[in-house]
């Protein structure tokens, strides 16, 4: 065991991967000689060799669809955007190719590869470096999201995402990237993608969160239980395949639901997760489930992102009005 | 001289050598004596607030903010050409070409202490705000450029990429599509030698950028980006070609970031001191300088009283811009839709309930 933050954790599963499995390259912009501009694959190319560990032209589209193709050639791509919000360039290749070429070959083709990329505000930066777009990825056919929010559950994922078959979308909350530090197990170890997890367990409310949430989430819980509020937090981890079983066996005991999210709400996680309440525990259900998301509005720059960033207070105000309704 | 320099030939256009001697007479730009000194002054101002944001930076004052150390001369020669009318479509790392538009250093400062005022450069005309998604805002100005021919406008569109942004398809396709429609803008880009930690090696197995304007059939010539002469005699003649209706136009200004990437970034990471020391001799502002200096129009002297003053100005500017504190909730909704729906107005509603029941708390 050792003491890590999510950047180390993440660059211990890239490396002991590297080491593992020759096929595996990793790319992007800045990630060789620098390691990224958040560190997060400092020394991988000293360590392994600018073939396998290399900086691209600065190109996001190229960068995943270079990708496709020697995926379809039998290399295992890990690469990075350099940020959430410039994904974008990218969108045709990740939803036309990455996302369709199993299907479309048939099987006989696929595009197993690892798309990492920092997500979410907090950071007190410029336009675009604050999204938080998962909901875009998980509405795409094809496609697995995957978003930890633990140094040690960021290894462990991405390690099941490196050794997944299917293409997948690695989202890291770059506002914890170094702001929790935990034990992590130096070795081997994957945890399954698709498996949400029970963080504590309680009686009144289920609240469902993930990524850099689930801080404020337990924030706001310490409040909760002065107030004499028993919740039960579940880490969704996994954003597709979502994790039904889980959070479902939550609801039937509990019979309320919150759903917090730092995206823009409509058409999001929040609500495919209360449509799975209301079609799977809709008669265990004591009060309406309710979503505590970003406003459906652009994240304002540093001096307005506190209107729209989720604040532990803002989580048990609804906390209180769904236990209370 | 745009067919003098013609890209293929891949020789840089250079007026005035790093010691401040003209090399090429021939080329000098039509500028006055006096024109030359106030520019020099517009690029010392830049490079003194530039500095001064870094350090303001570093004192937890201001976020992040991208240098334009060494770049100077390329937006002091934009200055000396753009008109009113004209276009500025930037990208982030064009102080002097702001300011030169009429953007305030006040709202620069505004932008990056975190306000979106920041970017309403209320007495520029036809300037766009800062792009952050590289290369894409190229596009922009094509179809900007397309705009002012259908409408039989005189203005002429000048828009920045750095050395980067042009492996971005959106670099491609907008040289393509102004080339095709023979649309009236000056493709800048600012050949730094870096994107970030990037070299420009990694970045194109070209020897150049200027020289890819051939298979797009365009103008292309690259150009010595720390000499100014340089600089205002190429955007003369672009200006000349693209207001006459021969089309784009794309220059290559080869310069050299001195600063860090962001105030976030760490050069020595990616860089060796005796490549910057190799090219802090060629230092635009020094060149021009020490021409001005052998013309007798300039002195020590004079500099460092106008830095004086520029810094006491600066500061001033500064301050003000920190006097604005107050982000009302509604500017978060404010300017999302023309017509906004009714829908945000209720999530604006509710998060004031909850602001009332967090006041009530207390
Ligand atoms: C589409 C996109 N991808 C990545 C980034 C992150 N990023 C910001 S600046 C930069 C490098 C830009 O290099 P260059 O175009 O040479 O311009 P310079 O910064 O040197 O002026 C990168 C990769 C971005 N802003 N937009």
Do not use: C
């Amino acid at each position: 065991m050792k003491i890590m933050n999510m950047v180390n954790a993440i660059n211990q599963a890239i490396d002991l991967k590297l080491e593992e499995d020759p096929d595996i390259v990793v790319f992007g912009e800045d990630v060789g000689v620098e390691g990224g501009v958040f560190r997060v694959t400092e020394n991988l190319q000293k360590k392994h060799g600018a073939r396998r560990v290399f900086d691209t032209p600065l190109a996001e589209s190229a960068i995943v669809g270079s990708a496709v193709g020697m995926a379809v050639a039998g290399l295992k791509p890990v690469i990075e955007m350099q940020f959430s919000g410039f994904v974008y360039p990218a969108m045709n290749q990740i939803i036309s190719h990455v996302a369709r070429i199993r299907n479309r070959s048939r099987g006989r083709y696929g595009a197993p590869m690892v798309i990492r990329m920092p997500y979410g505000g907090g950071i007190n930066a410029l336009e675009h470096h604050s999204e938080s777009m998962e909901a875009l990825f998980a509405h795409t056919p094809g496609l697995k999201v995957v978003i930890p929010s633990t140094p040690g559950d960021a290894k462990g994922l991405l390690i099941s995402a490196i050794e997944s078959e299917d293409p997948i979308i690695f989202m890291e909350p770059k506002r914890l990237y170094r702001a929790i530090k935990q034990e992590v197990s130096e070795d081997k170890y994957s945890i399954p993608i698709g498996q949400a997890k029970v963080l504590s367990h309680g009686s009144d409310l289920t609240v469902v969160a993930y990524g850099a949430l689930i801080r404020e989430v337990q924030r706001a819980m310490v409040k909760a239980k002065d107030m004499g509020i028993s919740v039960e937090l579940i880490d969704l981890r996994t954003i597709y395949p979502i994790d039904k079983t889980t959070v479902i066996e939550s609801i039937k005991k509990t019979g309320r639901l919150v759903v917090v999210t730092e995206g823009p709400g409509s058409f999001g996680v929040g609500a495919e997760l209360i449509t799975i309440a209301n079609e799977e525990a809709f008669l265990h259900l004591e009060a309406p489930p309710k979503r505590v998301s970003g406003f459906d509005t652009i994240v304002p720059l540093p001096k307005g992102e506190h209107h729209y960033i989720i604040s532990p207070d803002k989580i048990l105000f609804e906390i209180e009005k769904t236990v209370k309704y | 001289m745009l067919e003098e320099f013609d890209s293929f030939k891949t020789e840089m256009f250079q007026v005035m050598d790093p010691a401040g001697n003209i090399t090429k007479p021939e080329h000098f730009p039509k500028l006055k004596d006096k024109d030359i000194v106030g520019a020099y002054k517009k690029m010392l101002f830049a490079r003194t607030a530039d500095l001064m944001v870094v350090s303001y930076q570093r004192q937890g004052r201001i976020y992040t903010y991208p240098p334009n150390q060494g770049q100077e001369a390329i937006s002091g020669a934009v200055a000396q050409i753009i008109r009113k009318d004209d276009w500025l479509v930037p990208a982030f790392r064009e102080l002097g070409a702001w300011l030169a538009k009429g953007a305030s250093l006040k709202e620069i400062f505004m932008y990056f202490m975190g306000f979106e005022e920041g970017s309403l450069f209320k007495n520029a005309r036809n300037m766009l705000p800062m792009n952050v998604p590289i290369a894409s805002q190229l596009q922009h100005a094509t179809g900007i450029g397309y705009a002012i021919n259908y409408k039989e406008k005189d203005e002429i569109v000048y828009t920045f990429v750095g050395d980067g942004g042009t492996s971005q398809g959106d670099f491609h396709e907008a040289l393509n599509f102004a080339a095709v429609w023979k649309v009236p803008v000056i493709f800048i880009v600012q050949n730094n030698q870096f994107a970030i930690s990037v070299p420009f090696k990694t970045q194109t197995a070209s020897d150049g950028i200027a020289i890819k304007a051939l298979a797009y059939g365009m103008p292309g010539i690259q150009v010595d980006g720390n000499d100014f002469l340089a600089m205002t005699k190429t955007f003369e003649e672009a200006s000349e070609h693209a207001g006459s209706g021969k089309g784009p136009v794309l220059i290559e200004a080869v310069t050299y970031r001195m600063g860090a990437h962001t105030t976030s970034d760490d050069p020595s990471k990616y860089r060796t001191k005796e490549e910057e020391d190799e090219w802090a001799a060629k230092d635009p502002l020094v060149r021009l300088k020490k021409y001005l200096m052998t013309q007798k129009l300039w002195t020590d002297k004079e500099e460092e009283t106008i830095t004086g003053q520029y810094k006491k100005e600066i500061d001033r500017i500064f301050i003000e811009a920190e006097k604005h504190t107050d982000y009302p909730l509604e500017d978060v909704f404010k300017y999302q839709y023309a017509d906004l729906p009714d829908d945000l107005l209720l999530q604006k509603a509710e998060h004031e309930k909850f602001l009332n029941w967090k006041a009530s708390r207390k």
